[in-house]
């Protein structure tokens, strides 16, 4: 055990050179040796004093137990049945044992001083160990220390007790607390595996509800998409069905046109074939007139019957020069125009008559291959790959012996002319397909031309003139210029604005259209000879106007690469004559266009490359390369 710090009271007095200390620092081992020591010494003394001062010791014991004290005894339980024959010497040993000693106290035992009590007398003389006879003070300091002996005992005797409960409590805490924590641990277990029971239960039926879900929503999603390839199907049917009933209406419309204008050409013929059998009729009676007459004036001079025939024959070229006469009071237009005008016109009715009875001897369909050449018009793109591969596709259908030359021609020049009309189209990239096609097949040129005057009287050019006494209406001179019906109605004005400009931007790039090794039969030089057409004989108006910018935007770069200083004086002729006469009128209308040809004079925009002429290389870049 460890050291045990003994309260002593404050003492200094020594006997028999033994002192006690006021502060002892001793362990148990040494505290128990040092009483055994003193006890020893003590009984030492006693021995020899003992025979001197009995009466003094008796006395001294007697008023201890008259004041009160306890009367101590001790005894080593390990030897209680021994205890009576042991010496008194062994006795004392057995005081300073420590340990489980046994204390009893006698209070109200009597003593009594006298000699008559010879069993305490016989006592106190049977003990071997007496006290020599000392003083009164040296009794009285061997008495207190004595007392102070016994106390000191007395009290480390209760400290190791103490001790020992403490020791004893503190061991049956611990044991009672380890079994506490046992036990609570145990129940923690218990619990955890409860919670781990309810917690794997929990994470079952979370992942069973997260698996149901994830189900739930694929079949949701697989029935989302069926319902959507469903409908993306019927869509895609519907608008099949639509496609083909469109292009049904489309075959439907252009027969019917076809047929109208092939009325139309008839009817015009007939009356052609009429007013030129009229005239035959009445030359004719003429020429017998003048017979008869010849006949019965034969006796007249020769002379006569000849001023006769003469003034016949003048009366027929008077009437001639009066049909062409009202005829150019209608259009102003260049003679040579009209006259390359009414070529092509006659080449396009010749082949639609071939056409027609082609047609009619044979019951082919050529629904199929003229769906192909307008998919192939239609899919031109301002790219150099796509405009080769368009334009040997092209040639092919035109060559194809399984269709007429002549049907396909025809099918080639209407579909080219209604892709022009579209404001969106690739002039540049249509006009390099044009090119490419009349070079392998040069007769297509003036169809296709034909059907562009027919479309579009301006890439002629002409214009017609408005005369009450000619038209029955305005409306009626407006399709006879070009306007269409829509819905019973005629379209508006900017609309047909915007497809006159579209048919002159195809018409201006095609004649200035010029690639490596492919000859244009319709070039720079017949671009040229319409510019100068136009100037020398068209009016200026809102019409006239259009015509003009679209065709200089495309062509007019061109032209002056070709013909330098000569191009610049005809737009010289155009700022001083042309536009001169536009700002004359004051119709705001007019505004725009002025504007576009004034700022394309002025700041020379004929030196730049026109936007799409140089066709792209590719669908991907920006790099543009000469076709």
Known sequence: MGAVK?????????????????????????????????????ANTTSSTERSVPFEKSR??????????????????????????????????ALVVAGCAK????DELYLSNSDDDSDIVSGFEVRPCLMDELGEVEGALFELAQEHQLRVKDEIRNKISALETALVNETQNSASSLLRVEKYKETRQELDKKFDTQYQRRIAEALDNHLTAVQRDRELKSQIEERKIRSDAAYEEAKRKAAFEKLQQEKARAEAEAKVRAAEEAKREAERKAAMEARKQAAMEAEKKAVKEANETSKRVTSGGTQQAAGDSTDTSNLSNAENKEYGNLYRAAPSALNLEQGRLQKLKELCERNQMIRSSSNKDYTRHEGNISRNIRQIRGVRDNVRSKASELIKLLNDPQCPQSVSIEIFAKKVVSYCENPGNAPFASAYVIVLITSQIPHAMDILLAELH???????????????????SKEAYFRSI???????KLESTEDYLKRLESYMKVYGALVQTETTNVQNFHGLPEGWAWLARFLNTL???????????????????????????????????????FLVDLKSRNVSELTKTITEIQTYIEDKKFLQEPEGKSLQSNLLSNVYVNY
Not at 103 to 106: D, G, S, V
Not at 482 to 488: F, K, L, S
């Open 103 to 106: 204390r009893f106290t006698c």
């Open 60 to 93: 001294t014991r007697g008023r201890e137990i008259e004041k009160g004290r306890a009367f101590v005894l001790r005894a080593d339980e390990y030897e209680m049945e021994d205890s009576e024959s042991e010496d008194d010497d062994h006795v004392d040993k």
């Open 454 to 472: 027919m479309a579009c009287l301006y890439t002629v050019p002409k214009h017609l003139l408005y005369k009450k006494s000619a038209f029955q």
């Open 6 to 42: 003994l309260n002593i009271r404050n003492c200094s007095q020594r006997v028999d050179g033994v002192a006690a200390e006021p502060e002892p620092d001793w362990s148990f081992d040494d505290l128990v040796s040092e009483l055994n020591d003193l006890e020893t010494k003590l």
């Open 482 to 488: 070009g306007y269409r019906e829509v819905d019973g």
């Open 539 to 577: 009016p200026a108006n809102h019409y006239t106007a259009v015509s003009l910018n679209a065709f200089l935007q495309m062509a007019g770069f061109a032209l002056f690469k070709r013909y330098k200083s000569q191009f610049l004086k005809m737009l010289n002729v155009v700022s001083e004559n």
